[in-house]
């Protein structure tokens, strides 16, 4: 196996024995091998697309496949083969509607070279394993092909979770999954550096599109999130935990739910969920359970009842936890041994009641602490209060912004975010969204004449909120240059949605963003020079440094 796509890779370098995140070699090999199949799904889609055949079945389809692969979301082997032995019925289909429509167009049959993984085939595991361990990502030999190939696929990876959330509340575009077959069709093909350098920034104009048309179905579908006060604190009545991101399993949760005695806390990423109008209206939705993805394995125990994983992160079960029996996966989500509660039918929606049967037999959650915390400050509940936070910023009451977006991870050296947030100057103010929030959400930061000091936007995907806020500060203070406003990114990554984002902030052309606790594996130091000049891109460094140089705008 090898696999360096996200920030916990052994050495820095790339897992090669078993992942850090406790990922096997069989299961990194068959999501390779998953991944070389939509790539031959891709090479007659974008052809087809050519031609003006697009079918959004197919985009949909390698979307939810490429979120299999993003780190801590499945771990069940057999799904991964199922996925495979789908993707190349599917890319049959998709060859024959290319074919037929060429024929069609342009009179004779087409006789093009054709990559192998557009005409591979087999139909058993072991031999899904034997072609594995040769589509891998060192199958491309050079460096830096092979750095900004994967650059655009882990990219591609974010932007495919976040293309399937949205259109799970029925919003796709045609646009995203034609570039996401156009993205990984490239990397069977010799381009230049010019044009793979190309690809990763229509990566990030697409992962801003996507995050866009999320933000857009989040909103219609559940209200604009709204300042809220959580209670991180217990009830006495016996509760479902959910977790990840997606609010459509959340709203059905609630529904079904409704008046059985039984809460609904979130955890990690799902913290959001609290901030929207549709879901505050549950009387029996109690609050937030705990804190980021890693801490799992204690919270999970000491919550006593079910935990509904609906998408990343879902780590491994240790040997003295308990809670395989009360964890069930749904969505893309996996885990060997959990129950999957099966996809929605047409108009319907989700069954829960094995799960809420499971809770009503359960103890309630163990108190693990009490108190609030705040939330809520995206896009639209910014802007409500932006004459108020204009004027901060011309009075001088309010000194700079710092976004402190993006991911928490196991590595002690994420306590540099804590002692950042600590010990930045009264008068700053952290923009925060994903589950980097946890590392410094629950301190008393204090406020800037009733503003909060950390506004939490909320989801990673919901960095769109915090980009949208910088344009209209922009606008609001008339510069010609989002890298005018005293703003800094001290951004904190794990998984490949982060780099999406990343994506996402390059093509808004933001530059000189921090990033850490280390830069990725994925990046060659050619390439990463490449970032450097065209982006100012630094690694993180010592909290007081890196302090005064963000407060001098460096
Ligand atoms: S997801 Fe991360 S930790 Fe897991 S195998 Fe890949 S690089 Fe290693
Ligand atoms: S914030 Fe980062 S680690 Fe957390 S879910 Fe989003 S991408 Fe994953």
Redesign the pocket.
């Known amino acids: 196996m090898f696999c360096f796509q996200c920030q916990e890779t052994a050495k820095n370098q790339g897992c090669t024995v078993k992942g850090m995140c406790g990922k096997p070699e069989e299961t990194a090999n068959l999501q390779d091998l998953l991944i070389y199949a939509l790539k031959g799904i891709a090479i007659y889609g974008e052809k087809a697309a050519e031609l003006g055949i697009l079918d959004r079945k197919w985009g949909k389809f390698i979307a939810e496949a490429l979120f299999s692969t993003i780190t801590n979301v499945n771990w069940d082997d057999e799904r991964i083969i199922g996925l495979i032995k789908e993707a190349l019925k599917m890319r049959e289909s998709v060859k024959d509607r290319f074919l037929a429509g060429y024929r069609e167009k342009k009179g004779t049959a087409f006789s093009g070279e054709l990559h192998d993984a557009a005409v591979w085939f087999a139909d058993d595991p072991a031999a899904f394993k034997e072609k594995a361990k040769k589509v891998g990502i060192l199958a491309t030999e050079n460096e830096d092909v092979r750095s900004l190939r994967e650059l655009l696929v882990i990219g591609l990876k974010g932007v495919a979770a976040y293309a399937d959330h949205a259109a799970i509340l029925g919003f796709e575009k045609d646009d995203i999954y034609r570039f996401m077959m156009e993205a990984l069709a490239s990397t069977t093909r010799d381009l230049s550096v010019d044009e793979m350098v190309g690809l990763v920034m229509k990566c990030g104009e697409t992962a801003v599109n996507t995050m866009a048309l999320l933000d857009e179905a989040n909103t219609t579908a559940y209200g604009h999130p709204e300042i809220t006060e959580v209670n991180i604190g217990v009830r006495s009545n016996p509760g479902i935990l959910i977790s990840g991101h997606d609010l459509k399993d959340m709203e059905e949760l609630l529904k079904q739910t409704d008046g059985t005695g039984v809460d609904v806390y979130t955890h990690g ?1 799902m913290l959001p969920a609290n901030y929207y109008p549709a879901f505050k209206r549950y009387g029996h939705f109690a609050g937030n359970y705990g804190g980021s ?1 890693w801490h799992q394995n204690e919270e999970f125990e000491s919550f006593n009842g079910p935990i509904l994983m609906t998408t ?2 879902i780590i491994p079960i240790k040997k003295e936890n308990t809670y395989l029996n009360r964890i069930f996966t749904t969505g893309m989500t996996g885990y060997p041994g959990a129950v999957h509660i099966p996809d929605r039918p047409a108009g319907g929606a989700k069954d829960f009641s094995q799960m809420i049967a499971l809770a009503r037999t359960c103890k309630p959650p163990t108190e693990i602490e009490t108190g609030k915390i705040v939330g809520g400050f995206a896009r639209n509940q910014v802007l409500a209060l932006a004459d108020k936070v204009v004027a901060a910023v011309k009075s001088g009451a309010i000194r700079r912004f710092i976004v402190m977006a ?3 991870g196991r590595h002690k050296t994420r306590t540099y975010f804590t002692q950042v947030a600590q010990r930045l100057p009264k008068d700053t103010v952290i923009l925060t969204a ?3 929030k946890y590392r410094y959400n629950k301190l008393d930061l204090g406020d800037i004449g009733g503003i909060p000091r950390v506004l939490d936007a909320g ?2 995907n919901d960095c769109y909120s915090l980009a949208v806020i910088a344009l209209k500060l922009k606008e609001a203070f008339g510069l010609n240059d989002i890298n005018e406003l005293p703003l800094s990114f001290d951004v904190g990554w ?2 490949q ?2 780099v999406a984002v990343l994506l996402a902030l390059l093509f808004l052309g933001v530059k000189g963003i921090r990033l850490g606790p280390t830069l990725p594996a994925f990046v060659s130091p050619t390439v990463l020079n490449v970032l450097v000049e065209k982006f100012n891109i630094k690694p993180i460094t010592e909290p007081e440094a890196d302090i005064e140089a963000m407060m001098a705008g460096r």
């Open positions: 990423e993805w990343n992160c993006g991911c928490d994903g589950c980097a989801q990673c794990y998984e949605k982060a």
